[in-house]
């Protein structure tokens, strides 16, 4: 039972019932991805902070390129109170960096996946590679696919890839992030 002292108390009753919605979206998240530790601590709550404010970034990329600073990224995410982090995948390579950033960071999750603009590599040879990470815990879903034609890359071979890795989370029953860009007709239809 919160306790709200001071300037808090006229508020007492909508800040228990907001504490007790973000508890149970916290308690959801524990139970499907067995829980997690912000920034090294669990998050709780008193007089002094009735409002706990999480910020999470859904779709970051750690494994960009070579030369990224990718661990200075991350101090930064925290230093700006991130809590949460979800590094996306855009290859085979990436998933593979993504799963190996992941492990070490108490608060980054990870998908696995092939960006459309990679779309040559959505195999079934490169599915069975990455498959085994997707029994990691940290691994929390299928991505990133989708449909981009931004650049002109070969449509129907966006579609075929896009609609394999769609199969292919199902397969694993679990969610995929979509990309779309300049395709709405095709990603709508």
Known sequence: MLTCVNKYNKYKVTIQ???TWVN????????IWGGFVANGVVKTYHARTPLLIMFTDTHCHFAEHEGYDKDGAYAR???????LMIDVAF???SSFQSEKFAKDKENVYFLAGIHPDAFEEVTEENLALIKPIFSNPKCVGVGEIGLDYHYGKDKDGQKSAFVRQIVFA???KLPFSVHSRDCTEDMVN
């Open 24 to 31: 149970k979206i916290i308690n959801r998240i524990n139970r």
């Open 91 to 93: 290859d085979v390579a």
């Open 77 to 83: 995410a925290l230093e700006n109170k991130v809590d």
């Open 17 to 19: 019932c907001l504490l």
């Open 170 to 172: 199902n397969e694993l």
